[in-house]
């Protein structure tokens, strides 16, 4: 095996996970999830001899998977919109009750994809207004509005769901 290859796999054991936590979010399906990561880091794996900053691998990493989303998101080739049904997802906040996690996800997965993408990088992977503009390639106020939006859309949707109780 070679250094590359060693690297690489090292690379990919320490952070699929994580990945796969944020691709959940992102489309609301663990199979998709893993179909998301499956192609990002295939992607990452090609580039892998080009990349010089190692220390910057996360922040492109998930650059790649969410414009995977959204590339396939806009060619209309995945149109799953509703989240899992498994009990035992990972991806919720640490502490959250599991029906108060279902509703969160539920309501997430029902989020307009760019939307969602703002939401997740934002106040899951706690990135910056910048960072999530960066990675988006669009306006800091892009970002400020599709996650207003965003915030706005998913508490219709809890509260719609709170009513219904």
């Not at 796969?20 to 609301?28: D, E, Q, S, V």
């Not at 207003?148 to 219709?156: I, K, S, Y």
């Amino acid at each position: 095996m070679s250094d590359r290859d060693a690297a690489f796999q090292e690379y990919f054991a320490a952070r699929s996970d994580a990945m796969r936590g944020t691709a959940y979010l992102l489309c609301g399906d663990w199979h998709r999830a893993e179909d998301l990561v499956q192609q990002a880091f295939t992607k990452l794996y090609l580039a892998w001899r080009r990349i010089e900053r190692h220390e910057a691998l996360d922040a492109y990493t998930r650059q790649i998977l969410v414009r995977t989303f959204l590339s396939e998101r806009r060619r209309g080739w995945f149109r799953f919109e509703s989240a899992s049904d498994d009990l035992t997802d990972s991806a919720a906040p640490p502490g959250a009750h599991p029906e108060e996690r279902m509703v969160l996800l539920g309501a997430l997965a029902k989020v307009p994809p760019k939307q969602r993408a703002c939401l997740v990088l934002r106040y899951w992977e706690d990135m910056s207004v910048e960072q999530t503009a960066v990675l988006l390639k669009c306006s800091e106020g892009t970002v400020k509005s599709q996650a207003a939006r965003g915030l706005q859309t998913l508490r219709g949707l809890l509260s719609e769901q709170e009513r219904v109780r």
